[in-house]
């Protein structure tokens, strides 16, 4: 168990009102620690039940294993040989369920598989399916992918939203695609759908939960530390005040740390053994154009499941599927980069890639269950809730669970919530539009007359700006900057003072990572520099009453995060001007 201090002993400080409106009112029916995707998905699920319902996380937001993902929302065409026919349908129903109530963050994604043989595989692949050992690698042939893509196309049968897939020959495929690797004998092109900015689709989420009413309480920066007579012990992280809140069901959605958090609670628990992941962002331009606006998705020589993916104007290329010890931070390694390097060679062997276009990278940890000596690629990506006890509360542990089914996990946890409550569901979420995809316009004639309608005083390109960037939910800034003197910032055409004021002021920042990694796209599209990160610095302490002192130490602090866990070295000393 972690240590726990005394509440006496902690520094009071200034309460954020979050946590005020949490110690004000030290009990709720259900306590969500955990706030990545699936706690916060749960949080809104059981907050539209009007279940009076609290989250807690320790960090920020979508900081852990949600803000490492690869921006997919898929069904997993490979889990298929894993034989996880259930997570793929219910992967591929949720992918037509997000591009319908979250289209301002969720669109198409033309996904494209180079093939370099036909026959090669279909030996090898029973065996993974039965005993889920890789063995020596084996190329994946056209017969056994087209196999795989026709099953992966029936499960979008009822309701699909997406065209089926199409193959085409060698000199189809290099007309398509002239800078790919002239060995390849077919390409296999199919649709999932894509997340440009996942952190801000989970504070969406979030935000439905907490217009909910009075019944939904949250902050970040809460961290749960023990367990008393009276409930969870939590601790501010910003303060180091301790209080308890006194539930009746605890759901621990702490993904990768799960085991942490229960032993932290007094209840060990060895249900997690995720795999890290890492990913690198590449200013690149010839790669850029060369994907043609495709995801490459393919089988490495290793065997391992990789992507290059067109996104931002830069290209992500990831992923690893390392073991990984949870207690130590996640950074992507220059062996993983290397490792990159060489699938991109493997891929498009005419452009060069180097050190010096990496402009971001970033790791994360699986929220995998323990799979003891089973190869990584083939733990199961599937999820289960386990049912404890707490004292006298009920505690659900959430095992597993990926970024594409967030809403139909949360459904099957709330649904558990319920009937240990005693209560029944009166909102069915399936169908329920996400904030900013709220009356959004589904035609290009009707988002043309939104922006018209919006544009007002800002004029119709920054309206469109705007759209883009928060769907309808867009008005709110627009309110924000109609009420005073707005202006660019003086060193990024991105973004304007009062629409960081807004971000700053309404979407609980507390620190200045949370803007640049999880407000922002700006560290992740390599744009910060020092004068960006000062001016930033500024705005949020006129917002939120930063000292000149917490002004240095915020710079010093991001400067360094930005370094040791995203390969972005901007500066190596700064001060705050005076």
């Given amino acids: 168990m972690h240590p726990v201090k005394s509440s006496e002993s902690m520094p009071t400080g200034d309460l954020r009102h979050e946590v005020a409106a949490l110690i004000e009112r030290p009990k709720a029916q259900v306590l969500v620690i955990g706030g990545g995707i699936n706690g916060i998905a749960t949080f809104r699920d059981l907050a539209l039940q009007g279940v009076d319902v609290v989250l807690v996380e320790r960090s920020d937001y979508c900081s852990g294993a949600s803000a490492a993902s690869s921006h997919m929302i898929h069904g997993g065409v490979r889990y298929l040989e894993n034989g996880e026919f259930r997570l793929v349908r219910e992967s591929v129903t949720e992918r037509n369920g997000l591009l319908r109530i979250a289209p301002h963050y969720v669109k198409p994604l033309q996904t494209t598989i180079p093939i370099y043989s036909t026959f090669s595989g279909i030996l090898s692949a029973p065996l993974r399916f039965l005993t889920h050992k890789s063995g020596a690698p084996k190329e994946r042939g056209a017969l056994l992918i087209k196999v795989g893509l026709v099953l992966y196309d029936s499960f979008s049968r009822d309701g699909g939203s997406v065209p089926r897939h199409t193959f085409v020959g060698r ?7 002239p800078s790919l690797n002239p060995g390849v004998k077919y390409t296999a092109t199919y649709f999932d759908a894509s997340v440009h900015e996942p952190e801000r689709l989970a504070l969406d989420v979030l935000r439905d939960g907490l217009a909910a009413g009075d019944n939904a309480r949250s902050s970040n920066y809460v ?30 959605a702490s993904g990768p740390w799960t085991d942490l958090t229960n032993e932290a609670l007094g209840d060990e628990t060895a249900y997690m053994g995720g795999t890290k992941g890492s990913h690198i962002v590449l200013d690149n331009p010839a790669l850029l154009e060369a994907c043609a606006g495709r995801e490459m998705f393919f089988e490495h020589k290793d065997g391992r499941i990789v992507l290059i993916y067109p996104l931002n104007g830069k290209v992500m290329v990831g992923t690893t ?222 917002v939120l009453g930063w000292t000149q002192e917490r002004q240095a130490d915020e710079i010093r602090q991001t400067v360094a995060l930005l370094a040791d866990s995203h390969n972005v070295h901007i500066a190596h000393a700064v001060s705050v001007s005076n």
């Fill in 171 to 177: 000199k189809k495929a290099l007309k398509a695609l």
């Fill in 223 to 252: 961290e749960a530390v023990g367990s008393t007579a009276e409930g969870v012990l939590l601790r501010d992280m910003t303060t180091g005040r301790e209080f308890t809140i006194d539930a009746d069901v605890v759901v621990n």
């Fill in 321 to 542: 599927d390392l073991e990984a010890d949870i207690r130590e931070p996640a950074v992507c390694t220059d062996e993983e980069i290397d490792y990159f390097f060489d699938l991109v060679a493997n891929v498009f062997p005419s452009i060069p890639v180097s050190r010096d276009q990496i402009v971001y990278s970033f790791s994360g940890v699986r929220p995998l269950p323990r799979h003891d000596d089973m190869q990584p690629g083939f733990v199961s990506r599937d999820y289960r809730i386990v049912a404890g006890k707490l004292g006298r509360a009920d505690l659900l542990s959430l095992v597993g669970g990926k970024w594409t089914t967030f809403r139909a996990l949360a459904e099957h946890i709330s649904t558990d919530v319920l009937a240990l409550l005693g209560s029944k569901r009166t909102v069915d979420t399936k169908n329920l539009e996400i904030g900013g995809g709220r009356g959004y316009p589904r035609t290009d004639e009707a988002r043309d007359n939104w922006i018209t309608a919006h544009s007002g005083f800002v004029g119709k390109a920054r309206a469109a700006q705007l759209f883009d960037r928060y769907g309808t939910r867009a008005v709110e800034v627009l309110d924000a900057i109609d009420s005073g003197e707005d202006a660019p910032l003086r060193n990024s055409t991105e973004f304007s003072l009062l629409e960081v004021e807004h971000i700053v002021a309404t979407e609980s920042v507390v620190h200045m990572s949370d803007l640049l990694l999880r407000r922002t796209n700006l560290a992740f599209t390599g744009d910060i520099t020092v004068e960006l990160l000062e001016e930033l610095v500024e705005i949020a302490a006129g």
